[in-house]
Structures are given as C-alpha cells and as structure tokens.
C-alpha cells in the first residue's frame, strides 16, 4: 500500500526558509491530491495546502504568503517550502495524501477530501 | 473561514461505557466531515469520512452520525486501546479545518 515518508532539516533558524520532502511509496503519486498538515507540540492540527499531481495547488490562507508547494513525479515526490519562519512555527510537519473523490456503496461518484494515510511525520525547531 | 468546535474537550470513562464526542461548523457543510484518531506520540487514522462512513479496518464500536453543522462520534464500547485525541476534520471547501480535539481517557 501507499507510504510517505517526510524528511528535511530538523532545526531551522528564524527568518530562513524551512524546506521538506515527502517521498512517496508503493503507488504513483499521479492522479492524487498531497497535502502538508502540522501540529505544533502539544497542540492541534492545521492544514497547510495541497498540491495535485499537475502542479496546481491550494494554501491556507493563513500561510498562503510564505508557503509553497512543489510536486515531481519524476521521482515521486512533493516538497513544502515555508519561509520567514519563526518560534510558532515549530511543529511536527506531516505530508498525508489528500483523498478527493470516492465512490459510495451505490457506486455513485462523492467528493471527498480526507487525508490518508499519512506519513510519520517529522519534527521540525526554529530556533537560532 | 468555517470554524469547527468540539466539545468536551477532554473527557474520562470507564471501560465498557458508551462515549459520544460533538464537533460543531459554524456554517453548514452537508456531510463533509471526517473523524481521526490520534494515538499518544502517534500518528492520526482516519476513522470515519462523510460523516457517517467508516474507514476499511476500523473497529465497528465506532460510529458517526450528522449532518449540517452538528456531527458525533461514538464508541459504543469504550476500550483501554481507545485513549486518543480525536480531531473532526471539514473538507467541504478550503480552507481544510480541523476542531480543537477532544482527550479520551479511561477513568
């Protein structure tokens, strides 16, 4: 089945960019949707955006400024910069794959868009 | 932005009890909404999408109910592996939000 698999730098000093890699495994990572989610320690869980396999891609508002996010199907792979970081950034940061449609028990065509599965996640510290 | 809100957000039960956790939107989205569990230093498993669907492989203890702005998740029979977080997700529009999460303990 699916894995992903985060990985980047673990410590990153403010003001610089973040950048992490989410590999993916046992699938293509063609004709999906990717997302990148966070969870700062001890806290809850906040989507950053997602990316589809042609390039085109969603932000959350509230990171839209300083995010970006880039696929290469080449080496199946999408990537999450975040720049201008700062102490709240620090989170775990998860890539997960954004489920978009499904099919119901009546074989009807739904919109989805949950995330699974997701990938172990990778802590990453803005501090100097 | 929709806001999504769950109540409590901690709560303790013994085995064996049966558990109801809310998640509220601040405006409607239809059945748009998933459940995940997520475990001590652990990572979030979807349990339910659309509302009411549940996932391939998940216990069928767990049950979810709603529509419009007002969802539930429900343990039928609380069990020691339940103690997780568990977080609504609404995926209707972006922005994607998720609630605030609600502590599971056994008492």
């Known amino acids: 089945q699916v894995q992903l698999q985060e990985s980047g730098p673990g410590l990153v000093k403010p003001s610089e960019t973040l950048s992490l890699t989410c590999t993916v495994s046992g699938g293509s990572i063609s004709s999906y949707y990717w997302s990148w989610i966070r969870q700062p320690p001890g806290k809850g869980l906040e989507w950053i955006g997602y990316?589809?396999?042609?390039?085109?891609?969603n932000y959350n508002p509230s990171l839209k400024s300083r995010v970006t996010i880039s696929v290469d199907t080449s080496k199946n792979q999408f990537s999450l910069k975040l720049s201008s970081v700062t102490a709240a950034d620090t989170a775990v940061y998860y890539c997960?794959?954004?489920?978009?449609?499904?099919?119901?028990?009546?074989?009807?065509?739904?919109?989805?868009?949950?995330?699974?599965?997701w990938g172990q996640g990778t802590l990453v510290t803005v501090s100097s | 932005d929709i806001q999504m809100t769950q109540s409590p957000s901690s709560l303790s039960a013994s085995v064996g009890d049966r558990v109801t956790i809310t998640c509220r939107a601040s405006q409607g989205i239809s059945n748009y909404l998933a459940w995940y569990q997520q475990k001590p230093g652990k990572v979030p498993k979807l349990l339910i999408y659309a509302a009411s669907t549940l996932q391939s492989g998940v216990p069928s203890r767990f049950s979810g109910s709603g529509s419009g702005t007002d969802f539930t998740l429900t343990i039928s029979s609380l069990q020691p592996e339940d103690v997780a977080t568990y977080y609504c997700?609404?995926?209707?529009?972006?922005?994607?939000?998720f609630g605030q999460g609600t502590r599971l303990e056994i008492k």
């Open positions: 997960a794959r954004h489920v978009p449609y499904y099919y119901d028990s009546s074989g009807y065509y739904r919109t989805g868009g949950w995330f699974d599965p």
């Open positions: 997700q609404k995926y209707n529009s972006a922005p994607i939000t």
């Open positions: 990316i589809y396999y042609s390039g085109s891609t």
